[in-house]
């Protein structure tokens, strides 16, 4: 990694400031995270188009998982799936998720200098939201297939990209609450 050069600290910035050596090395490796987390997510569910009719479902734990082939024209948990505008709403989950991939990118550029967990959650946001986004144009649905049951209860259908959206957020929360050092 080449040197890094620290500017001198300012009377608004008392701490040096880093160069964007290190956001330069890092940054394609946060990016090459969330691109295997959109292209694993969309190799899962061309392989669930291509082996599982839709509605149809392969119980692989019995009681507890089963690989089901759903298409969810809603948001999260099909929230939205049978609106009278079906269209309207696909129209506003891609506006969203644009907006999502985004922000989520733009944080990711500017805040990760390092490999820490906000940055690795970041980096898997950002590659559930485009694997979800890039099915909601292409198909104009997402393809659902993780049945997960625990006794008479069922967790709503998802998938690869959501799970790495639950997985980022959960990460997230973790460097919210822990207590950080003091500098």
Partial sequence: MPERYEYPPTE?????????????FYFPLLLALSAFVAI???VSKKFIVHHLPVGRSHTVIPGILNITHVLNT???FSFLADTASPD??????ILFSIAAVLIV???LLR???CLNL??????LILGGAVGNLYDRVVYHYVIDFIGFHVGPYHWPDFNFADSAIV?????LMIEVIRPQPEN
């Fill in 118 to 123: 906000t940055c690795i959650a970041l980096a």
């Fill in 111 to 113: 805040t990760c200098k």
């Fill in 40 to 42: 694993a997510d969309h």
């Fill in 12 to 24: 608004f910035d008392p701490k040096p400031r880093q160069s964007m050596d290190r956001r330069r």
């Fill in 88 to 93: 309207v709403v696909r129209r506003g989950l």
């Fill in 74 to 76: 809603g948001a999260a």
């Fill in 167 to 171: 997985i980022g957020a959960c990460l």
């Fill in 105 to 107: 990118g733009v944080l």
